[in-house]
T-cell receptor
Framework: GAGVSQSPSNKVTEKGKDVELRCDPI?????LYWYRQSLGQGLEFLIY????????KSGLPSDRFSAERTGGSVSTLTIQRTQQEDSAVYLC?????????????FGPGTRLTVT | AQSVAQPEDQVNVAEGNPLTVKCTYS??????LFWYVQYPNRGLQFLLK??????LVKGSYGFEAEFNKSQTSFHLKKPSALVSDSALYFC?????????????FGSGTRLQVQP
C-alpha cells in the first residue's frame, strides 16, 4: 500500500514569508508526528497527533510554528514569518496507534530552504 | 526526560567485516528502543525494536541489536557488512511511562562500508 507522502518535496522561500507543509499519513494510522532534521543533526520532535486527543505541541520551537490535522488524516505544518534557522528537512511519520509500541513510518520529507 | 547518545559520528568498516554502531540511552522508566536507517534523499526506514523479552533483537537486512540494561545500551550489529549498508543510522528511545509518545532520536551515525 501507499506510504506516508509529503509535499512539496522541496521548498525555497524568502525570509519573512509563511510556508505550509503537507503530510498524508498511511490510511488508517491514528498517530501522526512531525520532526525536523537540520543539517548534521538528529531528528527534533515538533508535534504529535493521536486521534481526536489534544496534540502534544511540546516540541514546537516557537509560536511561529503551528500544525493541524483535519479529519484525523492529512496534516499541515505552518511556519509563519520564516527565518533562516528554519531551514531543515521536515519529516512526517505515522503509526497505527501509540497505545501499543509500534514503529513509525516516515515520509520522504520536505526540504525547506529560507533565503 | 529521555535522551539518546550515539557517540560516533561515523563508522568505517570493510565489506565482509562485522559492524557495530553504538547507542546509549537514558529514560526514567523502562525503555522502548528503535533503530532506523536513512538512505540519501529518502525518509527513515524502520530496522528493529526492543520492547521486552530477549535482549538480542533481530531486524531487517540481517541487522540485530543487543539490549543491555546495566550499561543502558542498544548497539546495532551485523555479522558481515555490505557496501549497500552505507547509510545514516539513528537510534531512538521512548519511555514506557505516561510521558511523551514521540521518539527521542540520537544525532545519527554515518556508516561507511568500503569494498
Amino acid at each position: 500500500g501507499a506510504g506516508v507522502s509529503q509535499s512539496p518535496s522541496n521548498k525555497v522561500t524568502e525570509k519573512g514569508k509563511d510556508v505550509e507543509l503537507r503530510c498524508d499519513p498511511i490510511s488508517g494510522h491514528t498517530a501522526l508526528y512531525w520532526y525536523r532534521q537540520s543539517l548534521g543533526q538528529g531528528l527534533e520532535f515538533l508535534i504529535y497527533f493521536q486521534g481526536n486527543s489534544a496534540p502534544d505541541k511540546s516540541g514546537l520551537p516557537s509560536d511561529r510554528f503551528s500544525a493541524e490535522r483535519t479529519g484525523g488524516s492529512v496534516s499541515t505544518l505552518t511556519i509563519q514569518r520564516t527565518q533562516q534557522e528554519d531551514s531543515a528537512v521536515y519529516l512526517c511519520a505515522s503509526s497505527s496507534t501509540s497505545g501499543s509500541i509500534v514503529e513509525q513510518y516516515f515520509g520522504p520529507g520536505t526540504r525547506l530552504t529560507v533565503t | 526526560a529521555q535522551s539518546v547518545a550515539q557517540p560516533e559520528d561515523q563508522v568505517n568498516v570493510a565489506e565482509g567485516n562485522p559492524l557495530t554502531v553504538k547507542c546509549t540511552y537514558s529514560v526514567s522508566g523502562n525503555p522502548y528502543l528503535f533503530w532506523y536507517v536513512q538512505y540519501p534523499n529518502r525518509g527513515l526506514q524502520f530496522l528493529l525494536k526492543y520492547i521486552t523479552g530477549d535482549n538480542l533483537v533481530k531486524g531487517s537486512y540481517g541487522f540485530e541489536a543487543e539490549f543491555n540494561k546495566s550499561q543502558t545500551s542498544f548497539h546495532l550489529k551485523k555479522p558481515s557488512a555490505l557496501v549497500s549498508d552505507s547509510a545514516l543510522y539513528f537510534c531512538a528511545v521512548r519511555d514506557d511511562g505516561a510521558g511523551r509518545r514521540a521518539l527521542t532520536f540520537g544525532s545519527g551515525t554515518r556508516l561507511q562500508v568500503q569494498p
